[in-house]
């Protein structure tokens, strides 16, 4: 069986899709994050918690504190983007689960009471709503360039606060020049699938 998206839409979703290191100076408005958002916010989470929190990095003092904080290949990658993502788990989410999952609203004291259940609820779910929005830059017709390399630490006590830990910073913008490495091997089907 062959896949029902359009060939184009998978090319651009993954396999035309890269990292991006480099980008234009093309900006990236408040109405295409929102598009991205209102696309992505479908993506499915436990007890639909939806723990991922982003701050989006605009302004150039912002802009100053952040890059001080990433790993020193990603500093220039990141003062240049047009727009920098910072991706958290917000380890409160629980607080909105009676809304967001009216079928069960107990859930929110039953599984969620501790914070170390909340801890290790909100980082596994958040990692799928980040993946959910770097898919969500590629089909806005952007490139994103996700990265780990940077000082957790300090990016939270600079713009987070201890109900929230950071997962990610995403560099989002139309590809420039050599802005990806070339494609990466990839697992083959019977390296990864296992039928019992």
């Known amino acids: 069986m062959s896949l029902v998206l359009d060939p184009a839409a998978q090319d651009l979703l993954f396999r ?3 990292t991006a290191n480099t980008f234009t100076d093309e900006p990236v408005t408040d109405e295409q994050v929102q598009a991205i958002y209102d696309l992505v916010k479908y993506g499915p989470t436990a007890f639909n918690q939806t ?3 982003i701050t989006l990095v605009r302004s150039a ?3 100053e504190r952040l890059v001080q904080h990433m790993a020193e290949g990603n500093q220039p990658k990141t003062a240049a983007a047009p727009l920098v993502a910072i991706l958290s788990a917000d380890n409160e989410f629980h607080e909105e689960l009676p809304t967001l999952f009216p079928a069960f609203p107990q859930a929110k ?3 969620f009471a501790e914070r170390p259940a909340r801890e290790s609820a909100a980082s596994l779910n958040a990692a799928l709503q980040a993946a959910y929005f770097i898919v969500g830059v590629r089909a806005a017709g952007l490139a994103a360039g996700p990265m780990t390399g940077f000082d957790f630490e300090g990016v939270r006590k600079e713009f ?4 929230h830990t950071p997962l990610m910073i995403v560099n989002i913008g139309k590809p420039g020049e050599n ?3 070339p494609r990466s091997p990839r697992l083959a089907y019977e ?3 296992t039928t019992v």
Do not use: K
């Open 160 to 163: 987070l606060d201890d109900d």
């Open 61 to 63: 003092e912002a802009r």
């Open 191 to 193: 390296d990864v699938i």
């Open 179 to 181: 802005a990806s490495y």
């Open 16 to 18: 035309e899709a890269h």
């Open 51 to 53: 723990p991922l929190r």
């Open 109 to 111: 004291e039953l599984f």
